[in-house]
């Protein structure tokens, strides 16, 4: 760890505690009486170390889709992102989404992001090659779907910073949108895994 990332380790709890509030603090639910026009299954994923991914495998658990960088206020998500993955092992998946499209703050190669989350935060769920997550032209797939209504059928809101949540339910449909300053271990993202 750099000492930039010590300093935020330990600066983690207290970002928190300031940033519930604003863009960072949102939290949207799916309507109930819509569904998805394009589905997520058809969708893959390229990881970090050179495998992929079909979302069309990960039908009836649910998948949390977590944009990522290793220099943020907010890294120390990684260590709560791994115990809700340990508590919920057997019917949910995280995917982290490594990008640097904020402030720089994920500036790495895959394979130095892919150990840093290993080494650092004791990371074992997925972790996808570093790639744009925000709307530009060459906006990863799966973050297009995500905020893209004419395809997830309801949500165009793109991550406003790293560590933005998208939960996905079982069958594969956008159920929930969670801010950066949303801890993984929040109850409203917790009860719609656990339901």
């Known amino acids: 760890m750099t000492l930039k990332q010590i300093l935020l380790k330990r600066l983690y709890p207290t ?13 949207f639910l ?23 991914l079909q979302l069309k495998e990960l039908i009836g658990k649910k998948v949390l889709l977590v944009n990522t960088a290793s220099d943020c206020g907010y890294t120390g998500q990684f260590e709560e992102l791994q115990q809700v993955q340990n508590l919920y092992k057997d019917s949910l998946v995280i995917v982290g989404f490594p990008a640097n499209d904020f402030l720089e703050q994920e500036k790495g190669a895959d394979s130095n992001i892919l150990n840093f989350c290993q080494v650092n935060y004791g990371v074992t769920f997925p972790i996808a090659k570093k790639s744009v997550v925000i709307k530009k032209a060459n906006q ?3 973050f297009e779907w995500l905020s893209n209504p004419t395809k997830n059928g309801w949500n165009e809101q793109d991550p406003v910073w790293n560590f933005s949540k998208y939960l996905l339910s079982e069958t594969g449909e956008l159920i929930g949108y969670f801010g950066p300053a949303i801890s993984p271990n929040d109850k409203r993202l917790l009860d719609l895994i656990a339901n």
């Open 15 to 27: 970002i928190m505690k300031f940033s519930q509030k604003g863009e960072k603090g949102k939290v």
């Open 30 to 52: 799916k309507p109930t009486a819509v569904s998805a026009i394009i589905h997520s299954g058809s969708l893959q994923i390229d990881l970090s170390n050179g495998g992929l």
């Open 140 to 142: 990863n797939l799966i």
